[in-house]
């Protein structure tokens, strides 16, 4: 595969952990829904091996229902990728609980799981990616995590590769690690789940493939850790 996109600490990470796969990050900006909904016929046809769909900034945002998120997920799936439903980062209301409760059920798709609500209904059930909304810096927290289900962890924006070292430093614990390999970091949300979010426009260019594609979505990078 053609990394070129990738800074050279990221190309030489990937090439001492092979496989890798490419992941899209959910959508971020409030985007109109027809918008979002060619946005992600394109992404159909994009070599990228898994798609994170769902609202994880801000559940007051009504452009998508969770009904046009399910059908994108069935379109995705059949184009051949792996799906993942993304669960809000804050519940705020009844109604986020009965949405994240349709989410953690829904008993087709993969889930990330951004607050502990949405753990507390996967712990023990099901197998779940726990999301970079979860703030694992340690070592002793990704084992917690792991000991409740998790198979992946997406590591925090904040978190710099001399602290990834660290929290894996001990050895395998079966699990895949992403991180955020190219673009602009997305702010983090700390003060509202309202907060504005900055990303670029980005030019991704994979082997056989140039694409430019004005994607308001993490781009990442998961690395299988066995």
């Given at each position: 595969m053609h990394t070129g996109c990738l800074s050279p600490d990221v190309e030489m990470m990937a090439a001492r952990t092979l496989p890798v796969?490419?992941?899209l990050g959910p959508l971020?900006?409030?985007?109109?829904?027809?918008?979002?909904?060619?946005?992600?016929?394109e992404v159909a046809s994009l070599p990228v091996d898994s798609v994170y769909l769902g609202e994880t900034v801000c559940s007051k945002r009504f452009e998508m229902?969770?009904?046009?998120?399910?059908?994108?997920?069935?379109?995705?799936?059949?184009?051949?990728?792996?799906?993942v439903l993304s669960t809000c980062e804050l519940i705020e209301s009844e109604?986020?609980?009965?949405?994240?409760?349709?989410?953690?059920?829904?008993g087709e798709f993969l889930v990330e799981a951004n607050d502990l609500g949405a753990v507390y209904l996967l712990a023990g059930k099901v197998s779940f990616i726990a999301g970079t909304y979860?703030?694992?810096?340690?070592?002793?927290?990704?084992?917690?995590f792991r000991g409740l289900g998790a198979w992946r962890w997406?590591?925090?924006i904040e978190l710099s590769q001399a602290g990834l070292n660290e929290v894996l430093r001990d050895g395998d614990l079966n699990m895949q690690t992403e991180v955020l390999a190219y673009g602009r970091l997305p702010c983090r949300h700390a003060v509202s789940p309202r907060a504005i979010t900055i990303c670029p426009r980005m030019t991704v260019d994979f082997a056989a493939s140039n694409i430019r594609m004005d994607s308001r979505c993490r781009r990442?990078?998961?690395?299988r850790s066995w």
């Open positions: 796969r490419i992941s971020l900006y409030y985007w109109p829904r027809d918008k979002a909904l060619a946005f992600y016929e229902r969770m009904a046009d998120w399910l059908h994108i997920a069935k379109k995705l799936t059949d184009s051949g990728k792996e799906v109604s986020d609980l009965r949405t994240l409760r349709k989410i953690t059920s829904n979860l703030n694992i810096y340690s070592r002793k927290s990704l084992e917690f997406v590591m925090p990442r990078m998961a690395i």
